[in-house]
């Protein structure tokens, strides 16, 4: 069965820090692996995509993230943090063999603090 | 382009009415879900459409809910009737199936619903 993991609720990182918002994924075929940020009172936004090619994947607001395929992660990255990253974050994946359907984590709640 | 567009935004309404959300998908995309978030639940997807004809609705929690795609450019997710645990808001996202099936979904900014 094709699901996502994200394993923290919250992630709090001091501005101007690197931050790390960690995924893991379970799916029978080749993933496609997204992100998504979500602020307060706002629908889900997208910021990046993994479907093939180069495993470091540059996306919006200077977030990145690295797929890995043989510890099934895709941990999301950003070398300097600032007070208006904080949000939560969502990863998804959708396993291209069966269907259009995404898969969400419970998503991670990121404090950037001052 | 608009992106996707939900009304109401905001809906309060007492146990046992009926509550009709709507959506607008972008333009030009061909897939379109309905997904419900609650802070004890999180997000969960309820059902989704590829081509107006819905594919899987497992999601959909119970027989008041019902969801129609009439045409490519409308959507509706329907609770008769209400009750209060179906307060929470809910997204309308749309996407576009292309030959490599790797496009993303786009959100709407969602209804904030209550139910008294």
């Known amino acids: 069965a094709q699901s996502v993991a994200q394993p923290e609720d919250q992630v709090n990182v001091a501005e101007g820090n690197p931050l790390t918002v960690k995924c893991t994924y379970s799916?029978?075929?080749?993933?496609?692996l997204f992100w998504y940020v979500q602020y307060p009172n706002r629908g889900l936004q997208f910021l990046l995509k993994y479907i093939t090619g180069d495993n470091l994947v540059k996306g919006s607001y200077g977030f990145e993230a690295e797929f890995n395929k043989s510890q099934t992660s895709f941990h999301l990255k950003k070398p300097s943090a600032l007070v208006s990253d904080s949000a939560l974050y969502f990863c998804?994946?959708?396993?291209?063999?069966?269907?259009?359907?995404?898969?969400f984590g419970t998503g991670t709640s990121l404090t950037v603090i001052p | 382009d608009a992106g996707v567009i939900q009304s109401p935004r905001h809906e309060v309404t007492e146990m046992g009415q009926e509550v009709t959300l709507r959506c607008k998908p972008i333009s030009g995309h061909n897939s379109l879900f309905w997904y419900r978030q609650t802070m004890m639940r999180g997000l969960e997807l309820l059902i989704y459409?590829?081509?107006?004809?819905?594919?899987?609705d497992s999601g959909m929690p119970e027989d008041r809910f019902s969801a129609k795609m009439p045409n490519a450019s409308f959507s509706t997710l329907k609770i008769q009737p209400s009750e209060p645990r179906d307060s929470a808001v809910y997204f309308c996202a749309s996407s576009r199936i292309g030959t490599s099936g790797d496009n993303e979904q786009f959100f709407g900014p969602g209804t904030r619903l209550t139910v008294l």
């Open positions: 799916v029978s075929g080749n993933p496609y």
């Open positions: 998804a994946v959708r396993d291209p063999n069966t269907g259009n359907q995404f898969y």
């Open positions: 459409f590829n081509n107006n004809v819905p594919i899987d």
